[in-house]
């Protein structure tokens, strides 16, 4: 029972994911993550964006990431909470 009540939550919660799409400047390689959180508004200072990061909500590419400032490439997926940003 739980096991199918846990499928039923994560299939709801698919529906409800917001996805963004970042493109990266023109002339830039990666974007610091804590300030990619911030750009889109998902984290509403650096001290936040640092608090989101080291409290161990944030995955990059399916992988728990904690480094504050690490470099987002082209490619790269980062997951928080119900939120997708697909880095291009």
Do not use: C, P, W
């Amino acid at each position: 029972m739980q096991i199918y009540l846990q499928m039923i939550y994560l299939q709801t919660n698919l529906h409800q994911m917001n996805t963004h799409n970042f493109e990266l400047k023109e002339g830039h390689e990666y974007i610091q993550l804590n300030n990619l959180l911030q750009y889109l508004s998902i984290a509403q200072t650096g001290g936040h964006a640092k608090i989101l990061i080291q409290n161990e909500e944030v995955l990059l590419n399916g992988e728990l990431e904690t480094r504050i400032r690490k470099k987002i490439f082209s490619g790269d997926v980062v997951t928080l909470e119900n939120i997708e940003i697909f880095v291009k």
